[in-house]
């Protein structure tokens, strides 16, 4: 009997909700066939190909992350119908512009659905770290910020952020060398100092996919290469939401506990990172390879900067585990890809 009532429940839970769900469709039908109309009079872009390579990576990784695409469609028709807001007016906007909010509204369906997304699978798509990942992001933000000529900055801002990267740098270089129990504290400090490196690659990342020229304006090859690193960011950017909800959990909000709010954010820095010691081995094989490579590129200028960066965290991991197995070694709290 009491099954009865609950499947009855269920059912007409579900059929209360059948006419809001076909009324919403409907209106987002109407208003999409809108939005196309203005825009084919308009000069403004609805799509372009740069945009639909970053929207095929991110449903590509959204796919391989839930595992199931029918979630991922069903999350993609919500966020789309949520991200019609795009088009209400502003608070500060005196002259409404139609055409505007077309341009703008592709980044903020992508910004919705990312975030969505990161909240519906945030165990997923939050990175494991270990004291390997950390080194590594460390050697590179120094190269970074030598590269980017940070260090012939005088102001005191820049000296005071130079020193304290620098410390945490040596802290996160001294970790991996040596086998200094990972408490707690030591956890929670490298997970904010990783999640803070990998959202500043990140930033540094979009800026210079998107000051790319148009793909439809460039050669086949251009146009290929532009696009991969569209359909890269693409599959990032569930990451990048991530990293910034952890960082952004930080600062308090007007409507919840801050206290809860931020014992559960620390909660989740500890939880992430590993409390297995790196081979030390391992840790100088990544600073003598990390630190050749990015000497050989500062100095001859052979890729730039961000692209070097992602190739090397993507090929070490690869040549870390190959040496290994020549070796005929394990690997035990290894290195691994970023994002992983």
Not at 129 to 140: C, D, V, Y
Not at 276 to 296: A, K, W
Request: proline share 2%; aromatic share 14%; glycine share 6%.
């Amino acid at each position: 009997m009491a099954t009865k009532n609950k499947k009855a429940k269920r059912k007409s839970a579900g059929i209360s909700l059948t006419p809001f769900l076909i009324i919403a469709g409907i209106i987002g039908l109407a208003l999409t066939v809108y939005i196309g109309y203005r825009a084919s009079i308009s000069d403004r872009k609805l799509l372009s190909i740069s945009l639909i390579a970053l929207f095929a990576g991110l449903l590509f990784e959204s796919i391989r992350v839930s595992g199931s695409w029918k979630t991922v469609i069903a999350i993609f028709v919500g966020t789309y119908l949520f991200s019609l807001f795009a088009f209400l007016p502003g608070k500060h906007e005196h002259a409404y512009n139609f055409e505007n909010h077309i341009e703008m509204w592709p980044y903020f369906f992508i910004f919705i659905f990312a975030l969505f997304f990161g909240i519906v699978y945030k165990d997923k798509v939050t990175a494991k770290l270990t004291e390997g990942i950390t080194l590594l992001l460390s050697i590179s933000l120094i190269y970074w910020a030598v590269d980017y000529g940070f260090m012939n900055y005088q102001n005191w801002f820049s000296i005071s952020l130079i020193t304290i990267g620098l410390l945490l740098s040596i802290f996160s270089i001294i970790n991996a060398l040596t086998h200094i129990h990972l408490s707690r504290i030591n956890r929670l400090i490298l997970s904010i100092w990783s999640t803070v490196v990998m959202f500043a690659f990140a930033v540094d990342n979009i800026i210079h996919v998107f000051s790319n020229p148009d793909i439809e304006s460039s050669y086949i090859s251009d146009g290929l290469y532009i696009s991969l690193q569209y359909f890269l960011l693409g599959v990032s950017v569930v990451y990048i939401m991530q990293n910034y909800m952890l960082l952004a959990a930080f600062l308090p909000s007007k409507n919840s506990n801050y206290r809860r709010d931020l014992k559960e954010n620390k909660k989740d820095h500890i939880d992430r990172y590993s409390d297995e010691q790196v081979n030390i081995g391992q840790s100088l094989f990544c600073i003598v390879f990390t630190g050749t490579v990015y000497l050989l590129n500062h100095k001859f200028q052979l890729l730039p900067r961000h692209t070097m960066i992602w190739l090397v965290f993507l090929t070490f991991p690869l040549i870390l585990h190959l040496t290994t197995l020549i070796n005929g070694k394990k690997t035990t709290a290894n290195i691994v890809q970023i994002g992983d």
